[in-house]
């Protein structure tokens, strides 16, 4: 099973500042056949369901702010937040989606600072 | 307005049975994968399975594996997890959640408000 970590567990960001969060799968999930990353970024925040902010590790879903970004191949991947808004606070999650069991890393918990 | 609806969720002793349902509507259920996404009171999301848009692909996590059986019906809409020999440990919110295509192997872009599963005597 590909095993995702992520890090920071947590941080604190003031608003309108940079976050990042990095996610590490413990193989590639990159597919050399049509050269993209498996690796999906969501948002959840309490008491909703996860809500997909990113896939292919750097294509940004339909209606998401573009202060949202993904990048990185392999194993190792980023989200940023450019300009943190007091809507972005939640806990997101990186998803490998190349081979089952198609895990989920742990979640790194974005505060206001 | 893509929509996915879970139905089925309740208590449960240890060792029983539950059938979750979802029903979708706003787009051409046929033509994508479905999946279930669980996620235990206050923890992380934890993936539990996934099937074709035809049915003919389906994948389970091995903590689910001979107890859980994924379904779909695309003539009423609606994808299915039976859960059998249920277990504290299957406590949780499961989420049903759509793929971006027909393939098992793509992320998750429309997710339902869950329903609740308690395993408990």
């Known amino acids: 099973d590909i095993v995702m970590t992520q890090s920071p567990d947590s941080l604190a960001v003031s608003l309108g500042e940079r976050a990042t969060i990095n996610c590490k799968s413990s193989?590639?999930?990159?597919?050399?056949?049509?050269?993209?990353?498996?690796l999906g970024w969501y948002q959840q925040k309490p008491g909703q369901p996860p809500k997909l902010l990113i896939y292919w590790a750097s294509s940004r879903q339909s209606g998401v702010p573009d202060r949202f970004s993904g990048s990185g191949s392999g194993a190792d991947f980023t989200l940023t937040i450019s300009s943190l808004q007091a809507e972005d606070v939640a806990i997101y999650y990186c998803?490998?989606?190349?081979?089952?069991?198609?895990?989920f890393g742990p979640g790194t918990k974005v505060d206001l600072k | 307005e893509v929509q996915l609806l879970e139905s089925g969720g309740g208590l449960v002793q240890p060792g029983g049975s539950l059938r979750l349902s979802c029903g979708a509507s706003?787009?051409?259920?046929?033509?994508?994968?479905l999946s279930w996404v669980r996620q235990a009171p206050g923890k992380g999301l934890e993936w539990v399975s996934v099937i074709r848009n035809s049915g003919s692909e389906i994948f389970y996590a091995e903590s689910v594996k001979g107890r859980f059986t994924i379904s779909r019906d695309n003539s009423k809409n609606t994808l299915y997890l039976q859960m059998n020999s249920l277990r504290a440990e299957d406590t949780a919110v499961y989420f049903c959640?759509?793929?971006?295509?027909?393939?098992?192997?793509?992320?998750?872009?429309?997710w339902g408000q869950g329903t609740t599963v308690s395993v408990s005597s």
């Open positions: 706003g787009f051409t259920f046929s033509n994508y994968a």
């Open positions: 193989q590639s999930v990159l597919y050399s056949s049509n050269n993209k990353n498996y």
């Open positions: 959640a759509k793929g971006l295509s027909a393939s098992c192997y793509d992320a998750l872009d429309v």
């Open positions: 998803q490998q989606y190349y081979s089952s069991p198609f895990t």
